[in-house]
């Protein structure tokens, strides 16, 4: 039985999300998920206050009786949260997975500086919602109860990160960011006009100097903007990679979409089915 | 005479907003402006491509014949050349105020920490479009010409710095950011929502630790969102600048508008009329 523990460090989830999600989670036999209320809360543009949203993410980490920490939601508000969490976990905690993307990325990134349970890059509950969501929710269940098929299709042996292009904007230089020397990065972006992709790479290139490498995943639902950019998503990242002289790797498959891959932080290329047990690199 | 160069570090400048401005510097018979014609190229996002745009601002910064250089408008795009701009100014550009702000930060911020010519925040060109544009396109001839009646209210004597809160988000950690230390640093941003506003907080606050404190401009036009987001602009600088031990100062008068005020960067206050001729603390 492996035993999900559910909180929502950002956005409330709506509980018809959730409704859709356990009934998903009844083709999982050795599922069970847990919901913790603070999901469902609502405190301006949070999911409750910053207290109660720390609360709730120790209340999942900390509990020996939990097998695996899945965030509901992204949003916005993680990272106000991390820091103070990531102190904050104790034994339990350790060798458990984290799944989430987006907003969540500030937590996966403090996880992983600080050693603590094995960040994952992948589905949340809340892309339940999502056109073909079924099978993002599927991917997460059957990852974090030790299936292998959901892992991004580029990992290559290498330790890799995967965080939103924003987030990962966001984390550079502060006291959350891990170090990414030697890792391949892949990043994706939604909702940004190319203009400002440009601007983010300008910013994570001149922090990621020393990595293995760069891969782009999905920039998708660019706005329309009064003039083209004059440039692709794929021309803006070899650009800045090239200034920066970072390898450009090639794309990756994760986006804000349903066929968002899993990442684990830090993984090395396992076997299909050992990627649940995978030590960290 | 004061001969004022323009150019378009990022978007391009309408002919009509030129031809306002030509109008307006009449009433100022020591002011002489020279449009360069980089101003009005188009390529993709940019008026003209990175190598146009270079080339124009040099042509500008580097002309003995030239007494200070303007920018028309910020856009996006000044960043992808300012390294390289700076690089390459001489000595005819020592001494000559940079006067913009917006996108055109990026530009400040490389001047100042080269210590190549004064960096100045203030008015653009572009901002006669602005409703009340005339005043503030006044302001900026008036500074350029030696007159010190725009300068922002709350220069206190410490050296300052005044930038877009997204500009200066990007800018942290990289090699086009000056130390700040000790000095004031005010921030203004527009058509941000609040919850991006607090993100970019949490970044500039951890690169910002040291400074003397921080000022708030205006933070305008922030878009609708489907929740409120639960504090103010204000209460967010407050709480961001708490958390990072940086003194809280109040308010400064800049933002995206007809009043926006002129702040040398490095400047110590000096008596009015003499600002044009101040020393970089």
């Given at each position: 039985?492996?035993?999900?523990a559910?909180?929502?460090?950002?956005?409330?989830?709506?509980?018809?999300?959730?409704?859709?999600?356990?009934?998903?989670?009844?083709?999982?036999?050795?599922?069970?998920?847990?919901?913790?209320?603070?999901?469902?809360?609502?405190?301006?543009?949070?999911?409750g206050?910053?207290?109660a949203?720390?609360?709730?993410?120790?209340?999942?980490?900390?509990?020996?009786?939990?097998?695996?920490?899945?965030?509901?939601?992204?949003?916005?508000?993680?990272?106000?949260?991390?820091?103070?969490?990531?102190?904050?976990?104790g034994?339990?905690?350790?060798?458990?997975?984290?799944?989430?993307?987006?907003?969540?990325?500030?937590?996966?990134?403090?996880?992983?500086?600080?050693?603590?349970?094995?960040?994952?890059?992948?589905?949340?509950?809340?892309?339940?919602?999502?056109?073909?969501?079924?099978?993002?929710?599927?991917?997460?269940?059957?990852?974090?109860?030790?299936?292998?098929?959901?892992?991004?299709?580029?990992?290559?042996?290498?330790?890799?990160?995967?965080?939103?292009?924003?987030?990962?904007?966001?984390?550079?230089?502060?006291?959350?960011?891990?170090?990414?020397?030697?890792?391949?990065?892949?990043?994706?972006?939604?909702?940004?006009?190319?203009y400002?992709v440009?601007?983010?790479?300008?910013?994570?290139?001149?922090?990621?100097?020393?990595?293995?490498?760069?891969?782009?995943?999905?920039?998708?639902?660019?706005?329309?903007?009064?003039?083209?950019?004059?440039a692709?998503?794929?021309?803006?990242?070899?650009?800045?990679?090239?200034?920066?002289?970072i390898?450009?790797?090639?794309?990756?498959?994760?986006?804000?979409?349903?066929?968002?891959?899993?990442?684990?932080?830090?993984?090395?290329?396992?076997?299909?089915?050992?990627?649940?047990?995978?030590?960290?690199?």
């Open positions: 039985m492996t035993r999900i559910i909180c929502a460090p950002g956005k409330p989830l709506e509980r018809e999300h959730a409704d859709a999600v356990l009934a998903i989670a009844d083709e999982f036999e050795a599922v069970e998920l847990r919901f913790h209320e603070q999901c469902f809360a609502r405190h301006g543009h949070f999911a206050d910053d207290e949203r720390l609360a709730a993410l120790l209340d999942c980490a900390n509990d020996p009786a939990v097998d695996a920490v899945w965030f509901a939601h992204g949003g916005y508000g993680s990272n106000r949260i991390a820091a103070e969490a990531v102190s904050q976990m034994a339990a905690a350790q060798g458990k997975p984290f799944l989430g993307y987006s907003d969540t990325g500030y937590l996966l990134a403090a996880l992983y500086r600080a050693g603590v349970g094995r960040p994952v890059h992948g589905p949340m509950v809340a892309d339940v919602r999502r056109e073909g969501g079924g099978a993002a929710v599927r991917r997460a269940l059957d990852w974090l109860s030790g299936g292998g098929e959901g892992l991004e299709g580029a990992l290559d042996g290498r330790p890799t990160a995967a965080l939103n292009l924003m987030t990962l904007a966001m984390l550079c230089g502060t006291d959350l960011m891990p170090d990414l020397a030697g890792h391949v990065v892949m990043v994706e972006e939604v909702s940004e006009h190319l400002a440009d601007r983010l790479f300008f910013h994570i290139s001149q922090h990621l100097r020393g990595i293995a490498g760069l891969r782009l995943g999905r920039i998708s639902e660019v706005p329309e903007n009064d003039r083209p950019f004059g692709s998503a794929e021309e803006i990242a070899q650009y800045w990679c090239a200034t920066a002289d390898p450009y790797l090639g794309l990756a498959d994760i986006g804000h979409d349903a066929d968002n891959k899993i990442v684990p932080f830090g993984l090395k290329i396992v076997p299909f089915g050992l990627a649940g047990r995978a030590a960290r690199s």
